[in-house]
Structure formats: C-alpha cells, structure tokens
C-alpha cells in the first residue's frame, strides 16, 4: 500500500537551533518527493523536489536529503527563525502516475524566541 | 491570475444547507485537484481532473459531494446537505500537465453548525 509517514507529528525548538523532520514513504514505483511548507491558514508551498537519482536538495536554509534505498527522507532545518513556525508536508509520486499524490500527515514545527 | 484563488475564504452554513466552493486556478494549468484537510490531519485526495478527460472521483467520500470543472478552468466543489464533519479546510491544487509540482489555494475554511 502506498503511504507517507512522517515523524514527529510536533516539534518545538528554540530561535537559531537546527532541525531535523523524517519522512517513510512506501510509493513503489517511485518517481520524486517533494517537501512542502504549510503555514497557519495558507496553502502548501514547494521547498524542494528530489527525484529518485537525487540525494540531497537544498533551497536557502532548508536542505532535503533522500535515500531511495530505505525510501526515507530528511528536511533539515539550519538556524531556525521564527518565521520558520509551520506544517511541513512530505509528498511522494509515484512513478506510474505522475497524476497522484501521496501526502503524508506533516511535521508541526513551532519555534520559539 | 498569478496564483491559485478559493472564495470564500471562510464559509459558516448550517447544517443540511448546501454549499458551493470555488477554485481559479493559475491560467494554463491543465490540472486541478480538490483536497481535504481536517484539523491536525494530512490532505485528503478529493477529485481530479485533467484536460478534457474524465474526473477522477475515487476520493469523493460521499453522493453528497460533487465537483464541476467549467470550460477547463474554474471548478466548483458542492456539497449537498452539509454535516458537521463536513467541517474542515478544503485546498485547491492546480498544475501544467509537464511538472508534478502542484500549488494551491490558501484553502476555503468550511464550519457546519
């Protein structure tokens, strides 16, 4: 069955701290994952796209690393701001329908000052 | 327009009243999507449509809910006889036919009472 994991569900740091959110996924085939932001009242937003020949993306402080192998992956966090405060979702293809989406339950992030 | 926009931004009804949620999605994109989203939940898959094709519905989670696409551009989610789980933010996704990146709505934000 083709699912998105992800760990925690919460997680509460402190300003300038790094970050580490997980994402298991089972979509066999596999064509790219996708880690998404979600602010409070707002829609996803795309921070990175890692296909399956892709081990790491990064996009500013955000940086997603994929291992295809273990079908995990990792968006971690560097200097925290408090803008930072969010969902972030993990959304996996799957390689034979470039249509569907598995979505996975999100990590909520909260960083304090 | 420049993103994907959902009206209303918030909608209380009563229940057994019908409601009806529109999504515009970004100008040339073939592909619009309608999702669910609980409180503290993951996205729910909803409906699909692409092009001229037909819908893909396989997430409507009942008779009650329905879905148009107009002219291949703005969709109209109905929902008949509105129930009190029917409460939750309903997200619009939208994209080109060539990228599996899809961006959404800020959300229509549905209280039944």
């Known amino acids: 069955k083709n699912q998105v994991e992800q760990s925690p569900q919460s997680l509460i740091i402190l300003e300038g701290k790094n970050c580490t959110l997980q994402?298991?996924?089972?979509?066999?085939?596999?064509?790219?994952l996708r880690w998404y932001k979600q602010d409070t009242g707002r829609g996803p937003v795309s921070l990175t796209i890692?296909?399956?020949?892709?081990n790491t993306k990064s996009n500013g402080r955000y940086t997603a690393t994929l291992d295809a192998d273990t079908k995990q992956s990792s968006l971690h966090i560097t200097a925290s701001q408090l803008s930072d405060s969010a969902s972030y979702i993990c959304?996996?293809?799957?390689?034979?329908?470039?249509?569907?989406?598995?979505f996975g339950s999100g990590t909520k992030l909260n960083v304090k000052p | 327009g420049a993103g994907v926009s959902q009206s209303p931004s918030n909608k209380v009804t009563e229940k057994g009243k019908d409601v009806e949620l529109r999504c515009d999605p970004i100008?040339?994109?073939?592909?619009l999507y309608w999702y669910r989203q609980s409180l503290g939940q993951g996205l729910e898959f909803l409906i699909y449509?692409?092009?001229?094709?037909?819908?893909?519905k396989s997430g409507l989670p009942s008779d009650r809910f329905s879905a148009e696409r107009t002219g291949g551009s703005v969709s109209t989610l109905t929902i008949q006889r509105t129930q009190q789980e029917d409460s939750a933010v309903y997200l619009c996704?939208?994209?080109?036919?060539?990228?599996?990146?899809?961006?959404f709505g800020q959300g229509t934000r549905l209280t039944v009472v």
């Open positions: 996704a939208s994209r080109t036919q060539e990228n599996t990146e899809a961006f």
């Open positions: 994402c298991n996924y089972t979509v066999s085939p596999f064509s790219n």
């Open positions: 890692m296909t399956f020949s892709e």
């Open positions: 959304v996996a293809t799957p390689g034979d329908n470039f249509n569907k989406f598995y």
């Open positions: 100008s040339g994109h073939t592909a």
């Open positions: 449509f692409q092009g001229n094709s037909a819908p893909d």
